[in-house]
């Protein structure tokens, strides 16, 4: 057996330390991503924020609730449905018909109050600043007519109703593409005859269309099915359209490839499983509410959706609220919008700086998007192009459309260097994107592997071998975040440079696990999953309860994206009750249900929801006053510990540790203006200033000055660093 299998891994189910804890020390995990929606949802309805990034908080509430239902929401049905048996048993011991039945309810609840968010609050502010959605009924006369006109010349040509009768059965509705069903009636006959048929509204076109302006200030759109509703009659020549509908159907997308389902090659079985995707069993119906029953009951009989009541949802408004988020893009409206935020170059790697001369010097950690991605990016370019690289490796998890560092991993092939890509061809929702890209590399000379069946490669890290003076040297980035400039300019993750020879060997043997078929032991300074890493941080926590009981220093601070690991919550509920002080950011879903005396009360979670997304991986153990910090690839959950290649890595320079440690976890868990804490009783409050004299700390405006100082500071002893926002933790510390 090799050493990434998981067959017979006695872990993969609940320790017995889990499986035994009270099921109230637990929150319900797909509750838990409905409360992060939550979070969401009310910075939409913060009237604090500008008004377009309240919109596109509302855009990514439903965008969000999208991937709930494709990929959470769906699994459960199968397991309700086809009597299927849960992968991981939930600890806090919801059933399956439990957890679907309260899911329903607060779905439900939650899509009412998103839409009643831009009914009765957004769209009429949006009014009052010259933003207006118009409905066909209050365009005027010369739009109506200049509308004819777009249909006519862009619309018209690329619409194919479909007819459903016996001769026309039901198409098959792609996943979320939006569709308008239509009732039709003869003409001449008494009673007219009633039919239906199906439309889909081209996705080839943008679904917001401008009207011209009429010179009022005011900027007005309508939506693409506001301009097809009225105009159906071109489509049916000698019926009339009685009524016509917008619907969306959600389908299961997840992608889970076993061993023995591979056929040939992982890339073919990708490739076929992508195009199953678009036949995955429906889970949610989204309807316009001027429906009927009959139009339910044609989507529900004839395109055999077999959807329960509960998951069919009447919205009053546009089917598909994301299609907001255009509206955020819309030129001018600057007081509308947070003020832009240019990410700052560090300043040892500013002005084409030889990158190897700078990390030869000392360890670099770049926090971004505060700090500019542009960084990595250079690291990869100036290595593409540097005659004394021999070897570039990298892992590549989510690549984005245009992407120069896979432009400069294929330009280093094409220059003769040995070139080593692991393109994550599993990365969910991505992996139409990431074949194309492989493909791309291949092409160029790129030596392309597409990760491990059963495993999805998830660590983040580029290793370039490079002839210097004095030897050979491995220089080493290693990341939270993905290879993607775009997600990189709006996700929060840290960037670590080295050359220290340990690290170097570590991701040499990285690569050679993952590439072929070397064991990877010894490690020297990375903890790799599915391995160890879920060992190695309950051996820190449990370390922290240790000290603890004996009397020594003790503390624990962790920031990740979701806390679900059982075993993990345990070990930490246990060093609670040692006395150990537990802070964690936890962003999207928390499992732990923290402050329970006598079980968690030592322990408090805070979730950070701004114009960021936070999703940076830290730790950080007291340690008896010998501090150690940690980064990672991973989140604290069963998939990242047990079914994904991950890594967990220290930082040693202590200048670096310092940064970490006061300059970004203790300003985050001084946040009173964007953190809320979560409750004993599994909700999240709001954290405020606690009087008139405490000042207000937005810890994302704080780390952006932050990197506007270090940009042009000493890299070595940045003053706000070590003074203020030391102070600042040691405040919290109290």
């Known amino acids: 057996?090799?050493?990434?299998?998981?067959?017979?891994?006695?872990?993969?189910?609940?320790?017995?330390?889990?499986?035994?804890?009270?099921?109230?020390?637990?929150?319900?995990?797909?509750?838990?991503?409905?409360?992060?929606?939550?979070?969401?949802?009310?910075?939409?309805?913060?009237?604090?924020?500008?008004?377009?990034?309240?919109?596109?908080?509302?855009?990514?509430?439903?965008?969000?609730?999208?991937?709930?239902?494709?990929?959470?929401?769906?699994?459960?049905?199968?397991?309700?449905?086809?009597?299927?048996?849960?992968?991981?048993?939930p600890p806090e011991g919801m059933s399956t018909l439990a957890q679907v039945t309260e899911i329903s309810r607060r779905a439900h609840d939650f899509v009412s109050r998103q839409y009643d968010t831009w009914r009765s609050d957004l769209r009429p502010q949006l009014v009052k600043h010259g933003i207006v959605v118009c409905e066909h009924e209050e365009l005027s006369d010369g739009q109506k007519s200049y509308l004819d006109g777009y249909f006519d010349g862009q619309v018209y040509p690329v619409l194919t109703p479909l007819a459903?009768?016996?001769?026309?059965?039901?198409?098959?509705?792609?996943?979320?593409?939006?569709?308008?069903?239509?009732?039709?009636?003869?003409?001449?006959?008494?009673?007219?005859?009633?039919?239906?048929?199906?439309?889909?509204?081209?996705?080839?076109?943008?679904?917001?269309?401008?009207?011209?302006d009429e010179g009022d200030g005011q900027h007005r759109f309508v939506l693409l099915e506001s301009v097809i509703a009225p105009r159906l009659g071109a489509l049916f020549g000698g019926f009339k359209v009685a009524a016509c509908v917008a619907f969306r159907v959600t389908r299961n997308s997840d992608l889970t490839i076993q061993e023995t389902e591979v056929k040939s090659s992982l890339l073919s079985t990708i490739q076929e499983t992508l195009r199953m995707r678009k036949w995955g069993a429906a889970v949610r119906l989204e309807i316009d509410a001027r429906t009927d029953e009959g139009f339910l009951a044609q989507l529900q009989m004839a395109s055999a959706l077999d959807l329960d009541e509960r998951d069919v949802y009447k919205v009053d408004g546009p089917v598909d609220l994301t299609v907001l988020a255009a509206l955020w893009k819309i030129e001018g409206f600057r007081e509308l919008k947070e003020p832009p935020y240019e990410p700052q170059m560090p300043a040892v790697f500013a002005n084409g700086?030889?990158?190897?001369?700078?990390?030869?010097?000392?360890?670099?950690?770049?926090?971004?998007?505060?700090?500019?991605?542009?960084?990595?990016?250079?690291?990869?370019?100036?290595?593409?192009?540097?005659?004394?690289?021999l070897a570039i490796k990298q892992t590549l998890y989510r690549t984005a459309e245009a992407n120069p560092i896979i432009t400069a991993l294929a330009r280093a092939a094409e220059r003769g260097i040995q070139v080593t890509a692991l393109v994550e061809l599993q990365a969910r929702l991505d992996e139409e994107n990431n074949i194309v890209k492989a493909r791309a590399l291949q092409k160029a000379g790129v030596h392309v592997v597409y990760g491990m069946v059963g495993l999805k490669t998830h660590c983040k890290a580029c290793l370039v071998v490079r002839r210097d003076k004095d030897g050979i040297r491995r220089y080493v980035h290693l990341g939270t975040g993905n290879y993607n400039p775009t997600t990189a300019k709006v996700y929060t993750d840290l960037s670590y440079f080295t050359c220290r020879p340990e690290f170097g060997e570590d991701a040499s043997a990285l690569f050679n696990l993952l590439t072929g078929y070397s064991q990877g032991q010894g490690w020297k300074k990375l903890t790799v999953a599915p391995m160890s890493l879920a060992?190695?941080?309950?051996?820190?926590?449990?370390?922290?309860?240790?000290?603890?009981?004996?009397?020594?220093?003790?503390?624990?601070?962790?920031?990740?994206?979701?806390?679900?690991?059982?075993?993990?919550?345990?070990?930490l509920g246990a060093a609670s009750r040692a006395g150990v002080r537990i802070d964690l950011i936890v962003r999207g879903i928390c499992c732990l249900r923290p402050g329970l005396p006598g079980v968690s009360e030592n322990i408090r979670v805070i979730s950070i929801v701004d114009k960021f997304l936070e999703h940076s991986r830290i730790s950080y153990f007291q340690n008896n006053d010998r501090p150690e910090v940690f980064l990672s690839s991973a989140d604290w959950m069963p998939r990242n510990f047990r079914r994904r290649v991950e890594i967990l890595f220290p930082i040693e320079d202590p200048r670096l540790q310092n940064r970490i440690v006061d300059g970004i976890l203790g300003v985050a868990l001084m946040d009173n203006v964007k953190a809320r804490e979560l409750q004993p009783d599994g909700t999240y409050r709001r954290v405020t200033p606690a009087g008139p004299g405490e000042p207000s700390i937005r810890s994302q405006v704080e780390f952006q000055n932050l990197a506007r100082e270090l940009s042009a500071a000493d890299p070595i002893r940045p003053a706000r660093v070590n003074q203020e926002v030391s102070y600042l933790f040691r405040a919290n510390e109290t």
Not at 362 to 382: A, K, M, N, R, T
Not at 555 to 570: H, S
């Open 1 to 89: 057996m090799d050493e990434f299998s998981t067959n017979g891994e006695a872990n993969l189910g609940l320790p017995s330390s889990a499986a035994t804890a009270d099921p109230g020390y637990f929150i319900n995990r797909e509750l838990s991503w409905l409360d992060f929606d939550e979070r969401v949802l009310e910075e939409a309805r913060d009237s604090s924020n500008p008004l377009l990034d309240q919109l596109r908080f509302l855009a990514i509430s439903a965008s969000n609730l999208d991937e709930f239902f494709e990929v959470r929401v769906a699994g459960l049905q199968a397991q309700l449905y086809d009597n299927l048996e849960p992968q991981d048993a």
């Open 164 to 212: 459903i009768d016996p001769a026309h059965p039901f198409p098959h509705l792609h996943n979320k593409s939006l569709n308008l069903i239509l009732r039709i009636e003869t003409i001449g006959q008494d009673p007219p005859r009633q039919l239906y048929a199906v439309l889909q509204v081209p996705s080839v076109l943008n679904r917001l269309v401008p009207l011209p």
């Open 353 to 389: 700086a030889d990158v190897f001369a700078a990390i030869r010097e000392g360890d670099v950690l770049v926090h971004h998007p505060y700090e500019s991605f542009e960084s990595v990016i250079q690291f990869v370019e100036q290595a593409a192009e540097d005659p004394n690289v």
């Open 535 to 571: 060992d190695r941080l309950i051996a820190l926590i449990d370390r922290e309860r240790a000290n603890a009981e004996a009397g020594l220093p003790a503390r624990i601070i962790a920031k990740m994206n979701a806390l679900v690991d059982p075993q993990a919550i345990v070990a």
